[in-house]
């Protein structure tokens, strides 16, 4: 099993910078991908973010050139630097890892708890 905790949401205006962290522990042998997603009232979750095992990086058009997606591969983190916050951002900002957790396995998606983000105008 493995357990994924994500932090650094809270509460800034418009213009502001949060950095997101997603740790993750337990049973890893190495990870396929990393990705951020956020769900906002009302709305369904989407793609954000995504760093693959090659450090290939991915973002969705509203979040580009504002949101950079990084890895620590020792301390097994994946972190979600978003700048110039729009009011549009303020979602719950969920961390997904596939991982594997031997060399003989293809991987399994797991999920964090979710991180409040709100941008006030």
């Known amino acids: 099993q493995v357990q994924l905790v994500e932090s650094g949401g809270g509460l800034v205006q418009a213009g502001g910078s949060l950095r997101l962290s997603c740790a993750a522990s337990g049973r890893i042998f190495r990870f396929n991908r990393m990705d951020w997603y956020r769900q906002a009232p009302g709305k369904q979750r989407e793609l954000v973010a995504g760093i693959t095992s090659g450090s290939t990086t991915a973002y969705a058009d509203s979040v580009k050139g504002r949101f950079t997606i990084s890895r620590d591969n020792a301390k097994n983190t994946v972190y979600l630097q978003m700048n110039n916050l729009k009011s549009e951002d303020t979602a719950v900002y969920y961390c997904?890892?596939?991982?594997?957790?031997?060399?003989?396995?293809?991987?399994?998606?797991?999920w964090g708890q979710g991180t409040q983000v709100t941008v006030s105008s």
């Open positions: 997904a890892a596939d991982v594997r957790s031997t060399p003989w396995d293809d991987g399994n998606v797991y």
